[in-house]
């Protein structure tokens, strides 16, 4: 992948990760927004925020073999969230987790997005190259 790529996507994951360990952890310390939260969703977004932040961003960063895996979970696990909050919590979800969730939603596509996008250009290079060596 390229390199710059790569790191602009782990910068994208940490911010993006770094965001819901804030906003988790204030509600799990005692924290209370102004509106009523659905108990699962701090915790969620907090554990979502750890793993973006420290370790899908350094698989990002680094371009490991599991960056583009890690992406794609991170990706499912918000949409499906998502979908979860859209349909049994509608009625009492807060419009600010909405916003957030989307957030996380857009920015996990961009980066898979990049990293498909890169790993096919990189898989047509090496089959070029392997070509070009016969």
Known sequence: MNKRLSKISAVLA???GIMAVVAGGKVLLGQMPDYYVIDWVPVYNFLAG?????IA????????????????????SHTLVMIILQTAYRDVVAP???????????AWSVILTIMVIQNS??????????????
Do not use: H, Y
């Not at 750890?50 to 420290?54: D, G, P, T, Y």
């Not at 090496?126 to 060596?133: R, W, Y």
């Open 14 to 16: 940490f911010v993006v």
């Open 50 to 54: 750890l793993v973006s932040a420290f």
């Open 57 to 76: 961003s350094i698989l990002l960063w680094k371009n490991g073999k599991f960056a583009l895996p890690t992406a794609a979970l991170m990706l499912t």
């Open 96 to 106: 600010d987790s909405i916003r957030a969730m989307t957030i996380r939603i857009a």
């Open 121 to 134: 250009k990189n898989r047509r290079r090496s089959s070029d190259l392997s070509l070009e060596n016969r």
